[in-house]
């Protein structure tokens, strides 16, 4: 389970509290530079928080925790930079989520694609990202297609 208690981190996001529970999906939205991507890369542990605080399945996200709880987590990016001589994996956004959902992580932090997807690609995402609830994972994602559990920055 990921919690977020009042957490603020610079301008953009202000007292933010959610919970994502085990087997749960939360889609983060908002306008381009509302916070959403930099929200999981606090999540991640990989920038500081100016407020509040971060746990998952009940401890506390710190600088010092980070890399532990990292290893308990899939993340997608939004961009993914491949050094030269390695173009030839397949990094496209569906490959990446796909491998994410089978690497039976308990927390997915999935970042919205860079370009405009298909309808079919997006279904594909929905499909995946379903398929790892129903394993138990947590879901936080930039998606606004989720509508059940839907944030807004």
Same mark, same amino acid.
């Given at each position: 389970?990921?919690?977020?208690?009042?957490?603020?981190?610079?301008?953009?996001?202000?007292?933010?509290?959610? #919970?994502?529970?085990?087997?749960? =999906?939360? %889609?983060?939205?908002? /306008?381009? %530079?509302?916070?959403?991507? #930099?929200?999981? !890369?606090?999540?991640?542990?990989?920038?500081?928080? +100016?407020?509040?605080?971060?746990?998952?399945?009940?401890?506390?996200?710190?600088?010092?925790?980070?890399? *532990?709880? !990292?290893?308990? =987590?899939?993340?997608?990016?939004?961009?993914?930079?491949?050094?030269? %001589? *390695?173009?030839?994996? +397949?990094?496209?956004?569906? /490959?990446?989520?796909?491998?994410?959902?089978? /690497?039976?992580?308990?927390?997915?932090?999935?970042?919205?694609?860079?370009?405009?997807?298909?309808?079919?690609?997006?279904?594909?995402? +929905? !499909?995946?990202? !379903?398929?790892?609830?129903?394993? %138990?994972?947590?879901?936080?994602?930039?998606?606004?297609?989720?509508?059940?559990?839907?944030?807004?920055?």
């Amino acid at each position: 389970m990921l919690e977020l208690h009042n957490v603020t981190i610079g301008q953009r996001i202000r007292s933010l509290s959610l #919970t994502v529970a085990d087997g749960q =999906m939360v %889609g983060l939205s908002g /306008s381009q %530079g509302s916070g959403k991507t #930099t929200l999981l !890369r606090a999540v991640l542990g990989l920038i500081p928080i +100016d407020g509040g605080h971060i746990s998952i399945d009940g401890e506390l996200l710190t600088p010092r925790s980070a890399p *532990y709880f !990292r290893r308990q =987590m899939a993340y997608v990016p939004q961009h993914l930079s491949v050094p030269e %001589g *390695y173009n030839k994996l +397949d990094t496209s956004y569906l /490959s990446l989520l796909r491998k994410a959902v089978e /690497s039976d992580k308990s927390l997915l932090i999935v970042d919205e694609p860079a370009q405009p997807v298909s309808e079919d690609d997006l279904q594909a995402i +929905d !499909r995946l990202l !379903r398929q790892a609830t129903q394993r %138990g994972a947590a879901v936080l994602a930039v998606n606004s297609r989720i509508l059940q559990n839907q944030v807004r920055l």
